[in-house]
């Protein structure tokens, strides 16, 4: 594709990727974003394998490992001490591990890439409706504003995207009754620094604890991010028995976290994340096209959904580049990564009410037999190449990821 004026909607993880490879490119970009001052909402999340490797395309990874946590094992066990799930990433590559970051991290390495590529980045815009006109793709903002003509627009604005809908990608979103409330701290002295922890207590509670580095490199205190799951509807009840209750039960599940808690003295400071699983009918058209979780948002139960955003816009940029017919290049986009969200969409929806459910009898067969995963080869590659990122369907897997995502030996 030609150099062209290409609008971004949001400014999360997938959209400042694209903008950067894209002014590289060539190409005139302009990323709106709708919050007046970029600020990164959640808590840590876990760089796998493919979003490794596509931070390394951005050229940006120098600045992400240096200040996130390398995790070298995932471990799950019952408040019992029953393990559930442990894997090792190096029964992977012995050069290959995970990354806990803390969000803003990420986004500044991020938005710093995509000003020095050159990039241009709107704030306190909202964009709230497109058009398409004879000289191409219009966006209006929630002042009435008009942005345009754009050759192409990608949709990027995440979980609670309108335009995908007004862009005629007839999207379905589906809200998950079980949240989280989560927290950040300074790394307890109990707590291992180089692996992401989960306890459960049947399939109604479930805490983890992951390791996410430092906002800046070299400055500050390590911190680790703790996730607290909970029913939605359970929510003002959860407040309203106090941090005494909230302590206690922490306590039952998994003591060695008391110190996160430790400083919280208002549930109500904490923020609920909300979770929905989001699914387009058509990935592109007419010159408008949607990546990361406004096209694939699911439950967080395989923490896919930075890492597929990130892959998503390496995708994408490449497609643009290989092909000379712009519709030409969404459509080789979209046969590359819609087998890839179908995979970890359907993963997730089986997984999730293993761990977040009011089916309570899962929990007996997954607290018997889950440790056998780690101990039967077959398994515990599979286990793997999912965990990784690496699947790119349900019979195929991508792992030149674990080469491109490697670590050079010391």
Not at 217 to 238: D, K, P
Not at 295 to 308: D, E, I, R, V
Not at 374 to 386: N, Q
């Amino acid at each position: 594709m030609s150099a062209a004026h290409v609008a971004i909607v949001g400014c999360g993880s997938a959209g400042p990727a694209l903008a950067t490879l894209l002014a590289r490119a060539g190409h005139q970009v302009t990323v709106f974003e709708r919050t007046p001052a970029l600020t990164a909402v959640g808590a840590g999340i876990l760089l796998e394998a493919n979003g490794q490797a596509a931070l390394r395309t951005l050229g940006v990874w120098p600045a992400v490992a240096a200040c996130g946590q390398r995790i070298r094992r995932l471990h799950g066990a019952t408040a019992g001490g029953r393990t559930v799930l442990d894997l090792c990433y190096a029964d992977a590559h012995a050069h290959v591990s995970g990354f806990g970051i803390h969000r803003a991290a990420l986004l500044n390495a991020l938005v710093d890439g995509m000003h020095a590529a050159g990039a241009r980045l709107q704030l306190g815009t909202e964009i709230v409706a497109l058009e398409r006109r004879a000289d191409g793709q219009w966006l209006r903002a929630h002042d009435g504003a008009e942005y345009g003509p754009f050759a192409l627009v990608v949709i990027a604005d995440g979980t609670q995207s309108r335009l995908t809908a007004a862009a005629g990608l007839a999207p379905t979103v589906r809200q998950y009754p079980w949240g989280a409330v989560w927290l950040i701290g300074p790394t307890p002295a109990g707590l291992a620094d180089d692996c992401l922890a989960q306890r459960y207590r049947g399939t109604t509670r479930m805490v983890g604890v992951l390791p996410t580095g430092r906002v800046r490199a070299g400055v500050g205190e390590h911190l680790t991010s703790m996730f607290w799951s909970l029913r939605l509807a359970e929510i003002e009840a959860w407040r309203a028995a106090g941090v005494s209750a909230w302590r206690a039960d922490v306590a039952r599940v998994m003591p060695a976290a008391l110190p996160l808690v430790a400083c919280v003295d208002d549930l109500s400071a904490l923020t609920v994340a909300r979770y929905a699983n989001v699914r387009v009918a058509r990935v592109w058209r007419d010159g408008v096209v949607v990546l990361g979780d406004a096209a694939h948002a699911m439950s967080p139960q395989l923490g896919m959904g930075a890492n597929l955003g990130l892959a998503d816009a390496v995708t994408l940029a490449a497609a643009l580049a290989e092909h000379a017919d712009q519709e030409r290049a969404l459509a080789a986009y979209a046969r590359q990564r819609q087998p890839v969200w179908r995979f970890y969409q359907a993963a997730s929806r089986l997984l999730t009410p293993v761990f977040q459910s009011r089916l309570r009898p899962l929990a007996w067969p997954r607290d018997a037999f889950g440790g056998m995963v780690g101990r039967i080869p077959a398994l515990r590659r599979l286990s793997l190449d999912v965990l990784l990122g690496l699947k790119t369907g349900w019979c195929s897997v991508d792992r030149g990821l674990l080469a491109a995502a490697a670590e050079t030996p010391e």
